[in-house]
């Protein structure tokens, strides 16, 4: 089979692709580096079938050129993070918004089977109620939250009125091998891990109490793998993607002292805007419909990680 793979240099489409290649498949990734490292993509270059185009999602011609001939698109390119889309709104309009458009109409237009896209638990807001439920009506609290609430809006819209196949995944504070913490935005753990290595004092927004439902990286791959698969009856609506399990960020902490062998206190700051305080996903939809079992829980996935910053530490920390 052939996958085009939307954001191939970031860190869930790079896991992607190497998972499909390793299966054999064909595999095109699509990247305009603004956020993905060319580093992620290049162990690819050695296969016959893996083929790279450097592009911008907001380029529709670009989109479909990409698309061509391929019969399933991973889409996962996206501007991410909470706090950049506070800062810049237009541009994570532009490319998660209009992005994800140019997709489903390149889709459309080139006969693609079908799309499996990169939502957000962030559609929730801080609604107090848990789990989160894919029949909550959302309430985004963020330009980012907003921009894939908008996304899956044109996923039901295309599979309804173009008859196009299309599944969301709202993904849950996914982590693991090439999460980069050199990013000005970068998630939680891996600064976590960066610091610690590092011997330096992380930054807690917040008390540490706040709770997350962190799913390796694995589960989310099993996820898009399980969408591609899944009878036609499940498309035109989106899943959550988790373990089904919060845990907090003090606990993550803690074990990642353990896991690096530190004994380092962590400091405390103010929350930060539009961070949700709790998050639980509901899974059972997933399960149903898709087959979904997550395979690794938060700590086995937290060890995997931590194996594998240790074992990349030069190039990454």
């Known amino acids: 089979m052939k996958f085009l793979v939307t954001g191939g240099a970031g860190f869930i489409g790079s896991n992607i692709i190497e998972y499909l290649l390793d299966q054999k498949h064909e595999v095109v990734a699509f990247d305009n580096f603004s956020t993905g490292l060319r580093h992620n993509v290049k162990p690819f270059y050695d296969y016959d079938s893996f083929r790279l185009v450097e592009g911008d999602l907001r380029d529709l011609d670009t989109c479909r050129e990409a698309c061509e001939g391929v019969e399933y698109v991973l889409h996962q390119g996206a501007l991410g993070s909470v706090p950049r889309s506070i800062a810049h709104p237009i541009t994570t309009n532009d490319n998660n918004v209009n992005g994800t458009l140019n997709i489903f109409i390149a889709a459309r237009d080139t006969g693609v089977k079908r799309v499996v896209f990169a939502s957000s638990s962030s559609v929730y807001g801080n609604s107090k109620t848990l789990p989160k439920v894919e029949t909550m009506r959302p309430y985004p609290i963020s330009p980012y939250a907003a921009s894939k609430n908008i996304c899956e809006m044109y996923g039901r819209i295309f599979y309804e009125i173009y008859g196009i196949?299309?599944?969301?995944?709202?993904?849950?504070?996914?982590?693991?091998?090439?999460?980069?913490?050199?990013?000005?935005?970068?998630?939680?753990?891996?600064?976590?891990?960066?610091?610690?290595?590092?011997?330096?004092?992380?930054?807690?927004?917040?008390?540490?109490?706040?709770?997350?439902?962190?799913?390796?990286?694995?589960?989310?791959?099993?996820?898009?793998?399980?969408?591609?698969?899944?009878?036609?009856?499940?498309?035109?609506?989106?899943?959550?993607?988790?373990?089904?399990?919060?845990?907090?960020?003090?606990?993550?902490?803690?074990?990642?002292?353990?896991?690096?062998?530190?004994?380092?206190?962590?400091?405390?700051?103010?929350?930060?805007?539009?961070?949700?305080?709790?998050?639980?996903?509901?899974?059972?939809?997933?399960?149903?419909?898709?087959?979904?079992?997550?395979?690794?829980?938060?700590?086995?996935?937290?060890?995997?990680?931590?194996?594998?910053?240790?074992?990349?530490?030069?190039?990454?920390?």
Request: include cysteine.
């Open 165 to 317: 196949e299309i599944i969301g995944l709202r993904y849950f504070n996914v982590f693991g091998r090439r999460q980069d913490p050199n990013s000005a935005y970068a998630a939680v753990i891996p600064i976590f891990v960066k610091k610690l290595i590092n011997n330096e004092q992380p930054t807690i927004f917040g008390d540490g109490h706040q709770s997350r439902d962190f799913s390796y990286v694995d589960n989310v791959i099993q996820a898009n793998m399980l969408a591609c698969q899944a009878d036609k009856s499940a498309c035109g609506t989106v899943y959550n993607v988790a373990c089904g399990e919060r845990t907090e960020l003090l606990d993550i902490y803690k074990k990642l002292c353990q896991l690096l062998d530190k004994d380092i206190e962590p400091k405390f700051s103010q929350p930060r805007a539009g961070d949700v305080t709790h998050s639980l996903a509901d899974i059972s939809k997933a399960k149903e419909h898709l087959g979904y079992e997550p395979r690794y829980n938060v700590f086995t996935g937290l060890e995997l990680a931590i194996d594998w910053y240790k074992e990349n530490a030069p190039l990454w920390l």
